[in-house]
């Protein structure tokens, strides 16, 4: 199986920055062809929502809140994803969720990391 581990996630104030990256592991030779990779956000209370995504041809996405502060980008050959985050605002605080597209074969495949916990303080 393929996992994806994200990290750098924490407390920061308002205004601050904060660095993500997700990392894929695992069985990575199931990997046949990577889609695209990116970020999602949990808020409590709310849907999961896009923040940012980049395709393997290397177009980019941005949620409309994110743009102008957050920064995507990708390690192709080592299957990993960034997120610089500027500008920090409270209503960034959210989990925080790595997601992978890829083909397994023939078989397209979606995988999830398990979050991690970004906190902007006001």
């Known amino acids: 199986q393929v996992q994806l581990v994200e990290s750098g996630g924490g407390l920061v104030q308002a205004g601050g920055s904060l660095s993500l990256s997700c990392a894929a592991s695992?069985?990575?030779?199931?990997?046949?062809?990577?889609?695209?990779m990116g970020w999602y956000r949990q808020a409590p209370g709310k849907q999961r929502e896009l923040v940012a995504i980049?395709?393997?041809?290397?177009?980019?996405d941005y949620a409309d809140s994110v743009k102008g502060r957050f920064t995507i980008s990708r390690d192709n050959a080592m299957n990993t994803v960034y997120l610089q985050m500027n500008s920090l605002k409270p209503e960034d605080t959210a989990v925080y969720y790595c997601?992978?597209?890829?083909?397994?074969?023939?078989?397209?495949?979606?995988?999830w990391g398990r979050g991690t916990q970004v906190t902007v303080s006001s």
């Open positions: 997601n992978a597209q890829y083909y397994s074969g023939t078989t397209p495949t979606n995988t």
């Open positions: 695992g069985d990575i030779a199931r990997i046949e062809h990577m889609i695209a």
């Open positions: 980049s395709t393997r041809g290397g177009s980019t």
